[in-house]
């Protein structure tokens, strides 16, 4: 019903849609209401659906689910709005090309039974990701925009997942929903000229928001995890549709299962960081592998090679090596000085001296770092300094940069890293 | 029998609400496994209220949401003592909710 499903790093068995049925849901209906009412309209959407699913949770709390809970949110969802179609509330809101079809009981509820099945939902989810990504917005207030409209996550939830504030939050959200009714966005495809450039956006929002969870900080798994799960899911979403079932919508979602393969493996109990060498292997998730390899052949079409190909082709590389020492460092080097052609980035710059120790020797890798200008400042430079030092034995060097990059770090588990390679040095 | 009663549910997000319904779940189904759960159904909050000598029809009991009974349940308790223990894992408290024990009567010949 649900279309594929992605394993999760934890449950890979367990469709995590049950697991947060409500919020899903949530986020499905207000894209489907949305289109419905319209974007400036939003908040009436947003009210359906929240009093849909307090309903049932009143109803459904005594003990008594129903058979499909999913049937049940859409059918109460679909009553209360034609109810208040046919209250007159919202009619005069709607403005497309479905308003006729509301105007008469003939029409009324079929129209609205259309637009809540299955193919529909995606259909609107779909729009819904374009508009959340509309070039007017900042890329801060696109990833809030689409957590909040598409997965159902409110302003606290949003606010924790980026470890700021809900005042920030609610602030940015004002900004975006009121620039949303000002600038009569629409909730429909961008047409043919300006797709691939809204595909884009749509997918560095999607990229940042995984990075989000799969890089940052945050103490609380749990909400890493579902961030990268969501980034997931709608990837797939986008993979599963014709019109935006670009191969390099499937590499990107190849990226997304090789990293979140790893997602378990590369922390311990105590919340370190355990870097890729020293990873337990048998932890990485062989299904998620599996499917990266499948949407990265997905992606092997097309003339266009785009940054995602080489970053999932690396990514893949170390996914399918036996062992640390089985990987092919010469074919993730050339992919690397293609990445790096194509567009510039220091972090990329900077794992690419970390992939010519392995190739060439830490002497080279040191040579290659001191060559890289303007982060002197920065704690992954100084970090990766420090370990291509400590490496090639000068540890006393290599204490010093350890330091520098512990002053500049704020994350516990980075601080902790640092510090056990700091005691490596003595 | 137990009245329960609203809640404060403003504010919340569709995920704290599938968990709090997560917590109503274990705590029925643990009813259940001790054998006490006799019946208890949630209440439309929708109504009319008919009342007087006139037979005044109204609609609904109109009262503001954290207010109305919003389900009953009935289990069985020794004394009342008990049945206040037993109530006091009831999640509707989380909510900042009501709950009312009432004794249903025995009508001894």
């Known amino acids: 019903m649900n279309g594929t499903t992605l394993p999760t790093p934890d449950s890979p068995d367990l469709n995590q849609t049950l697991d947060h049925l409500f919020r899903h849901e949530a986020g499905k209906m207000v894209a489907v209401l949305t ?45 209360k709005v034609i109810d208040l179609i046919r209250r007159q509330q919202v009619r005069h809101k709607i403005e497309h090309e479905l308003s006729f079809l509301l105007t008469s009981e003939y029409s009324l509820v079929p129209t609205i039974n259309e637009i809540f099945t299955e193919n529909e939902i995606r259909d609107s989810q779909l729009r819904m990701m374009f508009a959340c990504c509309h070039p007017s917005f900042s890329k801060e207030s696109q990833i809030a925009l689409t957590l909040n409209t598409l997965c159902g996550l409110n302003v606290r939830e949003i ?60 103490p609380e798994k ?29 590499a990107l979602l190849a990226l997304m299962c090789f990293q979140s393969s790893r997602f378990n493996a590369r922390i311990d109990d105590q919340g370190l960081i355990i870097l890729l060498k020293d990873q337990d292997r048998t932890q990485w998730n062989r299904q998620l592998i599996a499917k990266g390899n499948q949407y990265l052949n997905l992606a092997a079409s097309g003339e ?17 090596s036996v062992d640390y020492g089985d990987t092919d460092w010469k074919l ?95 | 029998m137990y009245l329960i009663r609203g809640g404060d549910n403003a504010g919340l997000s569709a995920e704290d609400m599938q968990v709090h319904m997560q917590k109503w779940m274990a705590w029925m189904e643990s009813l259940g496994k001790k054998g006490i759960f006799v019946a208890g159904e949630p209440l439309d909050f929708t109504g009319k209220q008919v009342s007087g000598k006139n037979k005044t029809v109204t609609d609904g009991p109109f ?24 109530s006091k894992g009831c999640p509707v ?5 009501k709950l009312e024990i009432r004794p249903i009567q025995k009508m001894n010949l």
């Open chain 2, 93 to 97: 408290f989380e909510m900042n909710g």
């Open chain 1, 222 to 250: 749990l909400i890493r995890e579902d961030l990268c799960a969501e980034a997931m899911r709608l990837t797939l979403l986008l993979t599963e549709n014709r019109k935006t079932d670009l191969p390099y919508a499937s």
């Open chain 1, 332 to 426: 993730i080097l050339q992919l690397y000085n293609l990445l790096l052609e194509k567009v510039y980035n220091p972090v990329v710059a900077l794992n690419r001296c970390l992939v010519i120790g392995e190739t060439d020797g830490y002497a080279s890798a040191i040579i290659e770092l001191q060559k890289m200008e303007g982060m002197e400042e920065n704690r992954l430079y100084n970090t990766s300094l420090g370990e291509m030092h400590l490496k090639n034995g000068e540890k006393i060097i290599a204490r010093t940069y350890f330091e520098k990059a512990l002053s500049r770090t704020l994350s516990a588990a980075e601080r902790k890293l640092i510090n056990a390679k700091i005691s490596l040095c003595n």
């Open chain 1, 304 to 320: 266009m090679l785009h940054e995602y190909h080489i970053e999932a082709a690396i990514a893949s590389i170390h996914a399918n």
């Open chain 1, 159 to 218: 606010a924790d997942a980026f470890l700021t504030s809900e005042e920030t939050i609610r602030k940015r959200m004002y900004r975006t929903k009121e620039k949303l009714r000002s600038e009569k966005i629409t909730l429909d495809y961008p047409g043919v000229e300006a797709m691939a450039e809204r595909m884009e956006a749509v997918l560095k929002t999607l990229y940042l928001l995984f990075n989000e969870g799969y890089h940052s900080s945050h």
């Open chain 2, 63 to 86: 009262l503001e949401a954290k207010e109305m009974v919003g389900g009953y349940l009935i289990i069985l308790a020794n004394d009342i003592q008990e049945a206040v223990e037993i």
């Open chain 1, 35 to 79: 289109r419905l009412f319209g974007f400036p309209n939003m908040q009436q959407a947003e009210d359906i659906v929240q009093d849909t699913i307090l309903k049932a949770l009143e109803s459904w709390k005594y003990g008594k689910m129903p058979e499909n809970p999913q049937a049940w949110l859409y059918y109460t969802a679909k009553n």
